[in-house]
């Protein structure tokens, strides 16, 4: 019954694809001879195969990537070539050109190196190139006649000569120009006859000089961007003849003075990054009554004065990042009059006094950070900034000095993922009210003179994935609900905003080195309590937070023995003990632990061997240091090797015995596992 049907269908299909080809071999255009040998010339100029390339077929119209044209005259020509990211290699030679009718090239994302010919730029048709993020050097070819270009990415090469005198020209009708990420240097910059350009991107590229006067020219421009070049000098008016400006980003680059007077003009500019740069003086009266700004960016400049921004009129403001000025005087309560404010970053200015009650209003205030302020009164700080429903990232480092961490009120943070006030000296104990922001994923309360012990509620953290409790004055035992924290016992689970990267500060010390991450959420998974007053052991349930990547306990005066269990910590990059009260001997089984780069146990009481065999090729001898009965065959034998024991009941060779056991049980589970994993024992199904 079923043999005819399957074999019937069979027939049928192979009937309907002969039917098709020979339909498709009658109706498809056999592209255009001059075409075809275009094609075979990029192609043998290519290191790598093109999939999808036939050349058995005459008809390149239907090879993967190209478009050829659907209207009767264009009927056999190709009109799009479009390759992007297909692993091409190899230089592209000057055959392409005879695709005379060519619309859009588009070979970026691809390994392709080598200096472009130079009729490449000789399209008479072409409307888009892009060559982007490729390993093209050399430079731009003097003469470029891409008489319809009107999109042209270079971006993310190695070009170096800048486009010629003759460019805008030859190509007028350029609308977007993307040469971010090559190495242009000193170039001038020849485009203010390309009067309809409205995207530029020069960033990345060393370029160096003024403020390039002639872009002023471009009266269409939306979106420019310069950032990270070395121009200099002083901010022109002349920027706000741009009255066409969406998109200004001039961050990373070496101009002095002030931000020019300017923002009346700029009526459709909603995004401004000045970062990095050395501005001084006041924040311009048109920028703070700006109603199309939705993005300010000038952190890092020498900018002063008091923070006055017109809520009023800056209706549309969501980021406001002005860390790193020299802004002083109280936080405005005006500020909070911003409602659509997501993102405020004021850290690292002279900004002083209390949070302003009025705080509260701002209910779409993710992220806010006053670090190193003169910020005073953290009660009435943490009792306003509750109100804002949507916090998600509260930093408040190095303010409030001396003061009390508020502890008998019933604060509750809804939405907190992140509370970071380390540096401030604060007093007191862990506040029972933080056991009430259930989505708190990152608490650092480091450096300051908070004491008592850690309340067992500390383990009922859902998505903590990063404490650090260091230097302060902790003490008695370490509780046993902390080694259950769900989120570093079972696969990490990251709340992660999609809205807004916000980059963080984590100091290594109170005055040492602060590292930078790109968001909270790219800090290691960690636990460090170093630097207080725990005593008691480190319990062996310590070795079921497998996904830790970092256990500092140094510092203390934790006592016992260092847990076997330890090694069960898989995913442990660096274990700091030392400078405890612990003694026995190191589990040799640590040598499992192949992520460990960095590991401690100085000044201990530890005696016995240190293992050898796996990371513990790579410790330093400063991290065994200081306990005065460890040995290791090369640094400090533990047995004279001149005094042959006559019976041999040592502790050494019970040792090596236990250890053999050990090795061989594995062995032999982990042999076992393997054949019934691999089916050699039992067949899968
Ligand atoms: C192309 O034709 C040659 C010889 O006619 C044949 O050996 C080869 O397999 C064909 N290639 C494809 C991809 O059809
Ligand atoms: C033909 O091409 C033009 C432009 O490339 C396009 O707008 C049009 O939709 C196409 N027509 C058909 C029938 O594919
Ligand atoms: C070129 O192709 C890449 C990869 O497919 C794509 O991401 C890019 O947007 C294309 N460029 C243009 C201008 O469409
Ligand atoms: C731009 O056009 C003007 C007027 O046609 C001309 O004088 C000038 O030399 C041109 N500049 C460049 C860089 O081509
Ligand atoms: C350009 O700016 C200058 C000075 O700000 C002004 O006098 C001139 O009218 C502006 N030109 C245009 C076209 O906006
Ligand atoms: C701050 O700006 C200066 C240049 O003015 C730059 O060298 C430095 O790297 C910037 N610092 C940060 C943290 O961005
Ligand atoms: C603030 O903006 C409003 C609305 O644009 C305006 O009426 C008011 O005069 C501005 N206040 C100041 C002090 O500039
Ligand atoms: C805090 O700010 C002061 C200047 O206001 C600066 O000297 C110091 O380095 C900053 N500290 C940190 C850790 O950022
Ligand atoms: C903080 O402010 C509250 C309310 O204004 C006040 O009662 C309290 O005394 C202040 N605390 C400190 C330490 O200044
Ligand atoms: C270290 O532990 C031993 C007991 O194991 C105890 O006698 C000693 O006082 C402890 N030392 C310190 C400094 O806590
Ligand atoms: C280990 O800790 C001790 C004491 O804190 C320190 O002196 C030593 O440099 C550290 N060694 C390593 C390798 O971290």
Redesign the pocket.
């Known amino acids: 019954m079923g043999i005819p049907k399957v074999s019937l269908a069979f027939l049928v299909l192979v009937l309907s694809i002969m039917f098709r080809q020979t339909v498709q071999g009658s109706r498809r255009p056999a592209c255009h001879f001059d075409d075809l040998t275009a094609l075979q010339g990029f192609s043998r100029s290519l290191e790598s195969n093109i999939g999808g390339w036939n050349w058995n077929s005459s008809s390149c119209c239907s090879f993967t990537g190209i478009t050829c044209g659907n209207s009767s005259v264009l009927k056999e020509r190709v009109v799009r070539l479009e390759l992007g990211n297909k692993r091409l290699t190899g230089t592209i030679c000057d055959s392409l050109v005879g695709l005379g009718q060519l619309r859009i090239l588009n070979l970026s994302h691809n390994s392709l190196h080598g200096i472009l010919p130079t009729n490449l730029f000789q399209f008479w048709n072409l409307e888009v190139l892009d060559l982007s993020n490729n390993h093209f050097v050399g430079s731009l070819p003097a003469v470029i006649r891409l008489r319809s270009v009107k999109y042209l990415y270079l971006s993310k090469n190695s070009f170096s000569g800048f486009l010629g005198v003759e460019f805008c020209k030859s190509s007028s009708r350029i609308r977007y120009l993307n040469l971010a990420d090559n190495f242009f240097g000193e170039a001038s910059l020849y485009l203010e006859n390309c009067t309809s350009l409205q995207y530029v991107f020069l960033n990345g590229n060393g370029l160096s000089g003024t403020f390039p006067e002639n872009l002023?020219l471009l009266?269409h421009l939306r979106v420019l961007h310069l950032e990270q070049n070395r121009f200099t000098g002083p901010l022109s008016?002349?920027i706000?003849?741009l009255?066409n400006l969406v998109e200004l980003d001039i961050s990373l680059n070496d101009f002095v003075g002030s931000l020019p007077d300017?923002f009346g003009?700029l009526r459709k500019l909603e995004s401004l990054s000045a970062s990095s740069n050395r501005l001084i003086g006041l924040l311009p009266v048109s920028l703070v009554n700006s109603a199309s700004l939705s993005r300010i960016d000038l952190h890092n400049n020498s900018l002063a004065g008091q923070i006055r921004v017109n809520c009023s009129a800056m209706t549309r403001v969501t980021l406001l990042r002005l860390s790193s000025n020299k802004f002083q005087g109280p936080i405005p309560a005006s500020l909070s009059s911003c409602r659509s404010l997501i993102s405020l970053d004021l850290a690292r200015n002279n900004l002083g006094g209390a949070v302003p009650f009025q705080f509260k209003n701002l209910q779409s205030l993710q992220f806010l950070s006053l670090n190193n302020n003169s910020m005073s009164n953290i009660s009435t700080a943490l009792e306003i900034l509750q109100h804002c429903r949507k916090l998600t990232i509260l930093v408040l480092s190095l303010n409030f000095h001396q003061e009390e961490m508020p502890s008998n009120v019933n604060l509750q943070f809804k939405s907190l993922k992140a509370l970071i006030i380390p540096a401030c000296h604060l007093t007191g104990s862990l506040p029972k009210w933080l056991s009430s922001c259930k989505t708190l994923q990152l608490l650092d309360l480091s450096w300051n003179s908070l004491g008592g012990s850690i309340p067992s509620w500390i383990g009922k953290f859902k998505y903590l994935f990063y404490l650090d409790l260091s230097n302060n004055f902790f003490s008695g035992e370490i509780p046993e609900s902390l080694t259950g924290l769900d989120n570093l016992v079972h696969t990490t689970v990251l709340l992660k905003e999609s809205s807004e990267h916000v980059p963080l500060m984590k100091s290594t010390g109170q005055n040492g080195p602060w590292l930078g991450y790109k968001d909270m959420w790219s800090f290691p998974p960690t636990i460090d309590l170093s630097s207080n007053k725990f005593t008691g052991p480190i319990r062996p349930s310590f070795g079921n937070l497998n996904n830790l990547h970092v256990l500092r306990l140094e510092e203390n005066s934790l006592s016992g023995t260092i847990p076997e269990s330890i090694s069960e910590m898989t995913n442990l990059e660096a274990l700091d003990l030392s400078r405890n009260n612990l003694s026995g001997e190191i589990p040799s089984s640590l040598v499992h632990l192949s992520f460990l780069s960095a590991f401690n146990v100085s000044f201990n009481r530890l005696s016995g061997d240190i293992p050898s065999g796996g990371q513990f090729l790579t410790f330093p001898e400063s991290s065994f240091e200081g306990n005065d009965a460890l040995c290791s065959n090369i640094l400090r034998p533990c047995q004279p090797p001149q005094i042959p024991p006559l019976v041999s009941p040592g502790k050494k060779t019970k040792i090596v015995d236990w250890n053999f056991g050990i090795g061989a049980a594995v062995g032999f589970v982990l042999t076992v596992f393997f054949c019934f994993k691999s089916g050699w024992v039992l067949r899968r199904g």
Request: no cysteine; aromatic share 22%.
């Open positions: 002023f009266q008016y002349r706000g003849n009255s300017v003009s």
